[in-house]
């Protein structure tokens, strides 16, 4: 290993000479891995961890030289995909894993506006990212992308399920090995979203942070590439795309406030650093954007560290229906209190009950079916206005991550049932009575 001392900061950089860049200085607008606490800057290879004080590792970019050649133009001229952004994401050649992810819909709501009693709602819905229906779709393929450019064969990641079925899709689609791992208690819907692409799945009888702990020592032993270990660097840049997307989609603006979930807390530290980018090479003006954050009550850390004013995270083993956000030792956590508290936003949680009801609204109210993550946001934003902590003017936009086709037993025996009939008029009148005096029935007990 080599250590230099960066010129202009004077902070310690360690260089791994053995390794090969694949990064060609003609595409290429990232310089170097930086540490988020001490600033040591190391060189682009697999590799998430400073190895002076164990502090996170991000990727710089050359702002100026984005500056210079980034345009409103260039990237609407497109692809329709987060690929449109690639000078603001860490892959050094063209050849990208583009398999259409994002450019997902910012549909502006009008019906659960009203219901909650705000006047600019907007929802960015991931339920319909491709190709698994999640924003997962995003942080991979830019993992992938990177994994391959680095020499990788085989990916791997540790997941609460999106993940795993993005990481099983993509790799299928890019013909990589994949070995993915996941806390054995998922649900069908999530199992299943993987094993159709035949990776190998580990169903680890633990929780996710146990199933984390084992993939930092495979990842270790085995020298694959896990997206959201040694890639992570890489993969959380891919989220800056949910960031940028929303600016480009409200005519380069960006919002007053957003409420997004947490789950390690990168989702919504990496929105922020989208929009600063934006408002740094000249995109769009720049503003506070506030920023909330929903968790469910049963593993909520960082939303007990943001309501007690701590700087740090206690860990937490996770209970609730909320699997995909179930994370009780959060890797970003910190960094989320850190921006809801500077930027005047806030970070809630809602029990499953509240989660459920959550799923329910956004579907009545927007046609928008989530999963559980989604329910969460939903219902942390219905608690947000509740207690004035979002005004009605503000430009809002609520993040949905995922969809509710993989989370049905969470909302099973909460919804109504169909009203199986003869293939006959008269059994069909007579069902439509029932129904509507059903409907009568209820509406008097909520008058009541
Ligand atoms: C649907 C969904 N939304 C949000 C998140 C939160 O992601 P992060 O770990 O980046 O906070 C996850 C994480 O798995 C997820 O699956
Ligand atoms: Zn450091």
């Keep these: 290993m080599l250590r230099t001392v960066d010129g202009q900061t ?3 950089r360690f260089m791994t000479q053995a390794t090969t860049i694949h990064n060609s200085a003609t595409t290429a607008t990232f310089k170097s891995l930086k540490c988020k606490e001490c600033g040591a800057e190391y060189e682009l290879k697999a590799s998430n961890v400073c190895e ?4 996170p590792l991000e990727v710089l970019y050359d702002y100026s030289a984005l500056r210079r050649t980034v345009t409103r133009e260039k990237i609407q001229a497109g692809p329709n995909s987060i690929w449109r952004y690639r000078p603001f994401l ?16 910012l549909v502006r709501s009008h019906r659960l506006a009203r219901r909650l009693g705000l006047n600019k ?3 960015k819905n991931d339920a319909v990212n491709m190709p698994t229906l999640s924003f997962k779709d995003r942080v991979v393929s830019v993992a992938l992308t990177r994994a391959r450019e680095l020499g ?8 609460t399920g999106n993940l795993a079925n993005s990481t099983a899709a993509i790799a299928a689609h890019a013909g990589l090995d994949c070995c993915v791992f996941i806390p054995a208690d998922l649900e069908a819907g999530k199992i299943l979203g993987s094993l159709i692409y035949s990776p190998t799945l580990m169903a680890v009888k633990g929780n996710y942070d146990q199933v984390n702990r084992l993939c930092s020592e495979v990842a270790n032993t085995h020298g694959w590439g896990f997206v959201n270990i040694n890639l992570r660097p890489y993969y959380s840049e891919g989220s800056k795309t949910l960031g940028f997307e929303v600016a480009e989609q409200l005519g380069w603006q960006l919002p007053d406030h957003i409420v997004a979930p947490l789950a390690s807390g990168s989702l919504f530290t990496k929105i922020h650093k989208g929009f600063q980018e934006f408002v740094e090479v000249g995109l769009v003006e720049g503003k506070n954007v506030r920023f909330s954050g929903a968790q469910a009550e049963g593993c909520s850390p960082i939303a007990e560290a943001f309501k007690q004013d701590r700087d740090f995270i206690k860990p937490v083993k996770p209970n609730t229906i ?3 956000i179930a994370i009780g030792n959060p890797a970003d956590g910190i ?10 936003g806030n970070i809630e949680s809602v029990n499953d009950a509240e989660i459920i009801e959550g799923i329910k609204l ?17 219902a942390v934003l219905k608690k947000l206005v509740e207690a004035g902590k979002i005004d009605p003017d503000e430009t809002t936009v609520v993040y949905i991550t995922g969809n509710g086709l993989k989370t049905q037993e969470a909302v099973q025996g909460y919804i109504g049932e169909p009203l199986t009939i003869d293939a006959k008029l008269d059994s069909f009148e007579r069902a439509l009575e029932r129904s509507r005096t059903l409907d009568r029935l209820e509406w008097q007990q909520v008058l009541v």
Excluded: Q
């Design 90 to 105: 860490p892959v050094a050649t063209d050849n990208v894993i583009d398999v259409g992810t994002g450019m997902t819909p």
């Design 322 to 324: 909320a699997k995909s």
């Design 52 to 55: 002076l004080c164990f502090g």
């Design 362 to 378: 956004l579907a009545e109210t927007e046609g928008i079916f989530t999963e559980t993550a989604g329910g969460t946001t939903v």
């Design 335 to 344: 960094y989320a209190v850190e921006i809801a508290k500077k930027t005047g």
């Design 152 to 159: 990788f064969t085989t990916v791997s990641c540790a997941s």
């Design 121 to 123: 709602l907007y929802i």
């Design 10 to 12: 004077g902070k310690a």
